[in-house]
Structures are given as C-alpha cells and as structure tokens.
T-cell receptor, first 114, second 113 residues
Framework: AQKITQTQPGMFVQEKEAVTLDCTYD???????LFWYKQPSSGEMIFLIY??????QNATEGRYSLNFQKARKSANLVISASQLGDSAMYFC???????????FGKGTRLSVIA | KAGVTQTPRYLIKTRGQQVTLSCSPI?????VSWYQQTPGQGLQFLFE???????NKGNFPGRFSGRQFSNSRSEMNVSTLELGDSALYLC????????????FGQGTRLTVV
C-alpha cells in the first residue's frame, strides 16, 4: 500500500518569494509516480508536476519544481516567485500502478500575502 | 480540447434518498476515476472504470456504485444516502498511457440533510 504524508496544514508566503511544500511518501513498489495538484476554492484539481521513480532529474514546469530525494522518500514542491493566484490547497499524490488509483496526502493550504 | 465535465455542480438530498452524478471525460480518454473529498477523510478513491469495466475499487460500502458507457461517460450512484456522504465528489479522466497525469473535473458538491 502507498501512503503520502504532508505535515504542513498551512503555509504563508510573501508575494514574489519562493516556498517549499513538503511531501513524504511510503511504498514498497520499485516503480511509482508522484504528482502535485493545486485545488483552488472552485474545487477543481489542477495538475502541476509529475516525477517518476526512475527519473534521474528533478521535474520542472515553469515556476514549479519538484525536489525529489528518493533515499529519503521525499518529493517536495518548490514554487518560485509566488503570486497571489497561487493561494490554494496543494496535494501531493502517488500511484504505483501507472495511472490510478491515486493516493493523496491531506494537503497544505498555501496563502500568498501581498 | 474540452476538459472533464461533471454535472450537477451542486446537489442537496435528504437522508435515505439516492443520487446519480455524471462525468464526461476528456475526448479520447477511456479511464474514469471517482474520488470522494471530505474535510475529515481527505481525498479517497472510490472506483475506476476503463472501457466500461470496473478496473479498480476503493474501500467503500456497496451503496456506492458506478458504471461507464460506451462513449466513456461515467455515472456514480449512491443509494440510501447518509449524512456522512456529504462531500465533494471528483471525477478524473486519464489516457491509456501509464505514468501520465489525471485530469479532474470541478466536482459535484453533495449535501445530505
């Protein structure tokens, strides 16, 4: 079974600053995928970034990067140059079967302050 | 390309009633998954359908059921509603390519009174 742990229920960051959202995972499968999703108040889950267990390099997508430390089983999301529109819930998720089912963490609520 | 569409967006039902939620996936996606999101339990996987067959199932009682049609549209049904079924129900579609992201709809917010 897979498990995702997000230990930060809430975070505050100043606009234009960088912020790191923590995620640790647990699985006995050698192949797995890690995802980060953003959920604004509207409810829709928006895909941000993906990291495969065999990927040698950390994933990056625009202002989002994933700090993948396999030995520590962590997959932290780094958001650079925070914007007010980044205020939302952020979920880390994983799958060991290719696509679904996704196992989600409890999420971190990020608030960006002007 | 149209995204994942869920209808209705909001529902209010009474305990004991049943409800049907609908999900239209992204064109070409044959996998549809359903998740329940509550403040207490977070996001929990309900089931996944692929080509009209249930491929994966989460740990929910038999009151929760689903189906998928030949056009990949999916419905989930909850019978004999309980107060604890109040939640945001999210549908996600994904392509057949493994290790790719799932795309989510905006969800159906169900309130049971």
């Amino acid at each position: 079974a897979q498990k995702i742990t997000q230990t930060q229920p809430g975070m505050f960051v100043q606009e234009k600053e960088a912020v790191t959202l923590d995620c640790t995972y647990d699985t006995s499968d050698p192949s797995y995928g890690l995802f980060w999703y953003k959920q604004p108040s509207s409810g829709e889950m928006i895909f941000l970034i993906y990291q495969g267990s065999y990927d040698q390099q950390n994933a990056t997508e625009g202002r989002y990067s994933l700090n993948f430390q396999k030995a520590r089983k962590s997959a932290n999301l780094v958001i650079s140059a925070s914007q007010l529109g980044d205020s939302a819930m952020y979920f880390c998720a994983m799958t060991a079967s290719g696509n679904t089912p996704l196992v989600f963490g409890k999420g971190t609520r990020l608030s960006v302050i002007a | 390309k149209a995204g994942v569409t869920q209808t209705p967006r909001y529902l209010i039902k009474t305990r004991g009633q049943q409800v049907t939620l609908s999900c239209s996936p992204i064109s070409g996606h044959r996998s549809v998954s359903w998740y329940q999101q509550t403040p207490g339990q977070g996001l929990q996987f309900l089931f996944e359908y692929f080509s009209e067959t249930q491929r994966n199932k989460g740990n929910f009682p038999g009151r929760f059921s689903g189906r998928q049609f030949s056009n990949s549209r999916s419905e989930m049904n909850v019978s004999t509603l309980e107060l604890g079924d109040s939640a945001l129900y999210l549908c996600a579609s994904s392509s057949e390519a493994p290790w790719t992201e799932a795309f989510f709809g905006q969800g159906t917010r169900l309130t049971v009174v």
